[in-house]
């Protein structure tokens, strides 16, 4: 029989980041970004960095209500509008806000070079999963969206990335840490508590990262961290991490 | 030994709706919404039944891109606030609505009478989970605020709940849907996609429903559906579904 030994087939589990990861996402928040900045900017001078920084001030201030995703973000930025010209916009720009965010939930969704066949050939080697934090109903219809689902199958949408939030995924897979590898664009989010809990990271760097995800911890010399540059190198990465681990297991 | 067959503890899983079944959440909505009445009635003319009804309106056709919760209902009342006054709403008022969702966002989390040990005698006898649908971040911060991860740990956010999400639900308990009952107040939510399904549900009315789910087609009569007014009740109604699945089973 070719049925893989479950030893074979489960003994690492990989996760998968999704927005700027598996498909594009950060170009379209810096798009609206963009033009929130220019509608502003009809009203007050943008060249002050303190003026230009307000609106993620105020979505930092707003995360531990509203969470992560382009509602939360349309909400801050109605706020910022607000305060930055003093109440002086319009209820026209109101609205162009308001439509900024109805775009961003309808943005396409774009696989990356590579992505498909990548998260395939792992796949047929390993259980995967998608670990993506955000709006639930919106990453769940980026998810139909991206036609994943058949090589993708089992999806944790979480609230925040911390060690505690990948701990109790791992427990639900009955995994430990140091059996998980993680795929991701951010050093943050991907990397940083799950090397933290002992297990394995791969960072793909995005052409942009949103200023609150480039801060952390992470050493770039970390013995459990690789770096790579596109989807294609994915699964030679997990084979070589995947031997690396069932040598420790045998050691 | 004392511990139970697997058959015993696991034979029948009960599932909690979260909103209006555990905690008061409708009340803060209709809070929200007469205040948002009573802003644009600043404007304009809110006798007219058709006026009062546009952001039902606008929240609805707004489902299929924001989905359920407190930060979809803020931006929908936005939008509908500048239609429904032609652009005439002040800025101040625009901020009045936003620090609405701020608060329904920070609600409160007070269980109905009797939830805490209900739920406990349940939970020693049957698996639990709790089913809710919405915003995943402001669910989690509910669910902790209400203080029951000890008796309900495991937690399933889901964006609708219709027959597919309560199938994929089971699917991951590896449990029969007739063996599975369903404790809610919503028949359109909870107990109208688990009774066509095969599964059993247990309906307590709320003292108020949002429209919305006013609308279903579950017959009062329904053999697998049971009506109950209060949590204390809960127990001894899972007892006799339990007990009649196992008949069921055995005959």
Same mark, same amino acid.
Do not use: G, Y
């Given at each position: 029989m070719n049925t893989p030994t479950p030893q074979a087939r489960s003994s690492v589990l990989v996760g998968f980041d999704a927005d700027d990861t598996l498909w594009k996402s950060e170009d379209y928040y810096r798009a609206a970004e963009k033009t929130f900045q220019s509608i502003v900017g009809e009203y007050i001078d943008m060249t002050n960095p303190q003026t230009a920084g307000h609106l993620l001030a105020v979505e930092r201030r707003n995360l531990g209500i509203y969470g992560y995703g382009a509602k939360g973000m349309t909400l801050s930025m109605l706020e910022a509008a607000i305060e930055m010209t003093a109440g002086r916009i319009s209820t026209a720009d109101i609205s162009r806000i308001l439509q900024l965010g109805h775009d961003t939930l309808r943005h396409p969704v774009d696989l990356l070079d590579g992505v498909r066949e990548a998260v395939a050939a792992i796949a047929t080697e390993h259980p995967v999963v998608l670990i993506t934090k955000g709006d639930l109903f919106h990453q769940e219809s980026k998810i139909k969206r991206a036609g994943l689902q058949d090589i993708l199958p089992r999806i944790e949408i979480v609230s925040e990335k911390d060690p505690a939030t990948y701990a109790r995924v791992l427990a639900e897979f009955a995994v &430990?840490?140091?059996?998980f590898v993680m795929i991701g664009n951010?050093?943050?989010? +991907?990397a940083e508590p799950v090397l933290a809990l002992g297990g394995w990271a791969v960072h793909m760097p995005y052409a942009m990262t949103w200023a609150h995800e480039q801060e952390h911890g992470v +050493? $770039? +010399?970390? &013995?459990r961290l690789r770096h790579v540059s596109? $989807? $294609?190198?994915w699964p030679q990465t997990v084979a070589s991490i995947s031997a690396l681990i069932e040598e420790g297991a045998h050691a």
């Open positions: &430990p840490m140091e059996r951010s050093l943050r989010s +991907d +050493d $770039a +010399d970390h &013995p596109c $989807a $294609a190198q």
